[in-house]
């Protein structure tokens, strides 16, 4: 009889323990912690990094505490685990904000896993306030985008400005580096060229890629495995992660540009030299090609920007030979009077043109946005944008130009610290100046 009676005991015990599996299991999952990272280095993006009982997937739901949470700020979904660390961006600077975890119920509805908890903004840090003045810089725009500005001084970091000139987002390195430049991806990470030697000119010996949330993604210092070369002035990521950028390369003393491709891991893939192409050149008449942008075209070749010699080649990215040299002495006709000189950033704009930031010189001291329909085949050209700049706008070195989505042009007058949007005919649309010199300038979208 005592037997039948632990047996029964045990029957009802081993079911007490199923059912409260089965309840545990029934429960939604809670937030068992969390932490929030925000610092100066990026202070209108947050990372929330916590842990839920049990494995979900999760959003994070955020509004100003001052505020409604019917205005409240969705990240993107983490996938299911336990452990998340989720993105917050569009922040306010010394702002604070409320805060909570959502998860997916039974029903796909998306429910609190947690009490609301609060976090506060750092500050924007005082060159990025110095530099760029959001009080003194207002416009309304029509286009949903961000203009992505790369300064050129020191301390110096990157940002992105919305449709009303407002500051969106920042990164700010470490003191001991300087960004010379920073190229979007397209995974919309952010690649730079960094420089902790004080070298002149747009030389560095850092590439750092990172998310948008200051994450690091990748990191290769010159001497380290593939990363032979010092690199300069632009850097490019390829659709499969490889990474091509501008070096300097030395032949008999003379100074000299090549391109190189470290793949993800930074092993070298590929690499170019101009010397080859140099026959036709007298060692007299130039110190260096100078090569200053970069881009990646619509075929996989590179197209190049070759500042003293005031032309851009296109480069055939699997055998090296070039394809084709736009400008002074090249071997592209082109319509009377449409030569460029010491150009920057030249691409191919939306309208299939090659498009460039023609910045003059001495023998002429004007700045002109230019670009031309090319015909590969016939290497001939048609001249489709001409547009002069004021004297007030007259930009030496440096500075961008590119063609918007809705057929107007966004020009960065670099040493002027000025970043304008004009129709085809030069009208200005409006203007936001800085208190330094901007390298480049770019309109991007879908970012966050």
């Known amino acids: 009889m005592s037997g039948k009676i632990q047996f029964y005991t045990f029957i009802i015990f081993a079911g007490s323990i199923v059912s409260c599996k089965n309840d545990a299991v029934d429960l939604p999952p ?156 397209p995974k919309n990470t952010v690649l730079m060229l960094l420089d902790e030697n004080g070298t002149p000119f747009g030389d560095g010996n850092i590439i750092l890629e990172t998310s948008l949330a200051g994450d690091t993604l990748s990191y290769f210092r010159m001497g380290e495995k593939g990363f032979d070369k010092s690199v300069h002035h632009d850097l490019q990521m390829d659709a499969k992660g490889n990474i091509v950028a501008i070096t300097n390369e030395f032949q008999n003393n003379l100074p000299g540009d090549g391109l190189l491709m470290l793949d993800s891991q930074g092993n070298k893939v590929w690499e170019w030299s101009i010397f080859p192409e140099l026959t036709n050149i007298d060692p007299s008449n130039f110190a260096q090609p100078w090569g200053n942008s970069l881009v990646i075209d619509k075929d996989n070749n590179y197209i190049v920007s070759f500042r003293a010699l005031s032309q851009v080649w296109k480069i055939n990215a699997i055998t090296g030979k070039v394809m084709w040299k736009l400008g002074q002495n090249g071997n592209v006709k082109m319509p009377e009077g449409s030569h460029f000189m010491f150009q920057h950033f030249a691409h191919r704009n939306g309208n299939d043109e090659i498009m460039l930031f023609d910045n003059g010189g001495a023998a002429r001291p004007s700045t002109r946005v230019l670009s031309f329909a090319l015909n590969e085949t016939t290497l001939e050209t048609t001249q489709r944008i001409n547009i002069p700049f004021s004297s007030t706008l007259y930009s030496p070195i440096m500075g961008s130009t590119m063609l918007l989505p809705d057929g107007n042009i966004l020009s960065a007058s670099a040493t002027n610290g000025k970043l304008l949007k004009t129709d085809k005919t030069g009208n200005i649309i409006w203007t936001l100046k800085a208190a330094g010199p901007i390298y480049r300038a770019e309109y991007v979208e879908g970012l966050f």
């Open 30 to 185: 809670q937030v068992q912690s969390a932490t929030v990272i925000n610092n100066e280095i990026s202070a209108l993006t947050a990372r929330i990094k916590f842990g839920l009982s049990r494995e979900s997937d999760a959003v994070v739901e955020y509004w100003p505490a001052s505020g409604s949470e019917g205005e409240a700020l969705r990240s993107a979904v983490s996938a299911s685990k336990i452990n998340h660390s989720v993105a917050l961006f569009q922040l306010k600077e010394k702002t604070a904000y409320n805060y909570k975890v959502l998860i997916a119920d039974e029903s796909g509805n998306r429910v609190a896993a947690g009490d609301v908890k609060t976090f506060t903004t750092a500050a924007i840090p005082d060159w990025l306030k110095t530099f760029y003045s959001e009080s003194e810089n207002s416009i309304q725009e029509s286009l949903p985008g961000y203009y992505f500005v790369v300064p050129s001084i020191k301390p110096n970091g990157l940002f992105l400005l919305d449709k009303t000139g407002k500051i969106a987002w920042y990164w700010s390195p470490p003191a001991k580096y300087a960004i010379k430049t920073a190229r979007l991806t």
